[in-house]
């Protein structure tokens, strides 16, 4: 067996549970999805649209089940356990906005900021510990884990290189200056996409052809992907800060966000066109324009509350083909230590890929209007985010275009190419 063994320092809360819903534990099976994530993302590179072969890779280092039979694992992931009730007290209303489902009155179980946690992956061949090690990468730099994972919760990094007996040119731990390592992970004469091809290859597996167009999942390369790294500070929350001004804005009049480029986009008179046909007596109220809103191409559902009074309108919006379609724009925390101190630094990745199955303009809706608990009229039908005129698609590169010349002004790019933000 080959090993490699990870010791990791928790820098933001950690939403991560088992059977017991009320505590926080550190699971082998839930790093070993998110690392399965992250080996998609990465070989993807490599197998384009050949979906086939791209389960058959992942089936081989990760093991699988189903219809067409069983395969063991080649790698086996496994964590020193950690389990704790602690809870954690946001420190600005950025960290209450990203984190709103696990703090606060919705508080549970987290593994606390500082606490030291290891992992250790144990490969049958070398070259299925190789990918295993390199999708480890990726989402330690790249992403979270746990709840909230692509909203800063979870973020978890290398106090030092990893032990053991597998050796890769992708360094762990960055020197002081950060954006040049992130620019030489990815942009040097052996950077992490081309090291995962190239053992993808030594296994054996022949190169699928390339997408044409959007791909339909995310896939990390220079085409599909944009990595931004914002500048070090001295303390975590002020990291998140400075993200949550670029994305949210600040906190105005009953705190709402204003001026952050995720509220740009948002139609906030959805709720009150609902009321207002109830007023003018609907009780089955239907499709909806609202061209203004964008914030759909950024994560479905969107869960909607207004209150009017002693009546509220109370909507989900999700997709007739999928209820559900994780962001492909995920934030992280990242250390870098030197000498006298350790700093924190943002990095941002965004995903280009299809929006949904056969979208072409409208997304659903699906709620309505209430007083107290009774529902005193249906709202539910098409949600018009576009121009009913308008292409679904063309709209939805045009937003990501401008989500990527944002991100390229206020951070620094260190991988993707001009495609991303055209």
């Not at 040049?180 to 022949?206: A, Q, W």
């Not at 989900?316 to 724009?329: K, M, P």
């Not at 925390?333 to 299809?354: D, G």
Request: net charge positive; glycine share 12%; proline share 5%.
């Amino acid at each position: 067996m080959y090993e490699a063994t990870f010791e990791l320092e928790t820098i933001t809360p950690l939403f991560m549970r088992g059977a017991d819903q009320r505590k926080a534990e550190f699971r082998s099976a839930s790093i070993k999805g998110v690392m399965r994530w992250w080996f998609r993302a990465l070989a993807g590179n490599y197998f384009g649209n050949n979906i086939a072969k791209l389960r058959e890779a992942e089936c081989r280092v990760f093991g699988c089940a189903g219809s067409g039979g069983t395969r063991r694992s080649a790698v086996i992931v496994e964590v020193e356990p950690v389990e704790s009730d602690g809870e954690y007290s946001p420190k600005s209303e950025y960290e209450s906005y990203f984190w709103f489902s696990q703090t606060g009155r919705n508080s549970r179980g987290a593994v606390l900021p500082g606490l030291t946690l290891t992992i250790t992956l144990e490969g049958r061949d070398e070259d299925s510990l190789k990918l295993a090690v390199l999708s480890l990468w990726a989402a330690l730099h790249l992403g979270g884990f746990g709840s909230r994972s692509r909203k800063f919760g979870g973020s978890l990094f290398p106090k030092g290189e990893p032990e053991g007996d597998v050796s890769l040119d992708i360094p762990f731990v960055p020197g002081e200056n950060v954006k040049e390592f992130y620019k030489g992970v990815f942009g040097g004469k052996r950077n992490i996409t081309s090291e995962f091809s190239k053992i993808l290859g030594d296994m054996g597996f022949k190169q699928g052809s390339q997408y044409e167009g959007l791909p339909g999942y995310p896939i990390l390369n220079r085409e599909h992907s944009l990595i931004v790294v914002g500048n070090p500070k001295e303390d975590v929350s002020e990291v998140i800060k400075d993200v949550g001004e670029w994305y949210l804005g600040t906190a105005g009049d009953g705190d709402k966000f204003e001026g952050g480029f995720r509220f740009k986009y948002a139609n906030r008179r959805i709720p009150h066109t609902i009321h207002k046909k109830y007023q003018q007596g609907e009780e089955r109220i239907g499709s909806i324009d609202a061209a203004s809103e964008r914030r759909p191409f950024l994560g479905l559902p969107i869960p909607f509350y207004k209150s009017f009074g002693r009546e509220s309108v109370k909507f989900t919006v999700d997709h007739r083909n999928a209820n559900r379609r994780a962001s492909g724009l995920l934030f992280t925390v990242n250390a870098v230590r030197s000498q006298n101190a350790t700093e924190y630094y943002p990095v941002i990745t965004l995903f280009r890929y299809k929006f949904l199955p056969g979208y072409e303009g409208p997304v659903r809706y699906r709620g309505g209007v209430y007083k107290g608990r009774e529902k005193v009229a249906n709202a539910a039908g098409d949600l018009f985010i576009i121009e009913r005129e308008q292409d679904g698609e063309v709209e939805y590169l045009k937003y990501l275009g401008e989500l990527s010349s944002s991100l390229s002004t206020k951070f620094t790019p260190v991988y993707g190419s001009k495609e991303v933000s055209q």
